[in-house]
């Protein structure tokens, strides 16, 4: 995660890459995430990062029969480099 306030200056597309380089060195096919599907910013990052989404992941957070829903991403790491 990196600091809102270093917004605009690529640091999470760094992470990112070093993550997809990493994970494809390692035999990793796709890279997936999750992120709140309220963060309209991180939502918007991912789809230029080329993330596509995959699905919903539910779970219970703080209270019983309180769901949160998140949005899962996922990105070929056999086509980081080339999108």
Sequence with gaps: MADRALA???LGALMLGWAAKTGRNQGSKVCRLDGAETNSAL?????QQRFREVGR????????GLVQRDPVREHDLTRWDRD
């Design 43 to 47: 939502r918007s990052f991912y789809r």
């Design 57 to 64: 992941h539910y779970f219970q957070v703080l209270l019983p």
């Design 8 to 10: 605009g200056l690529g």
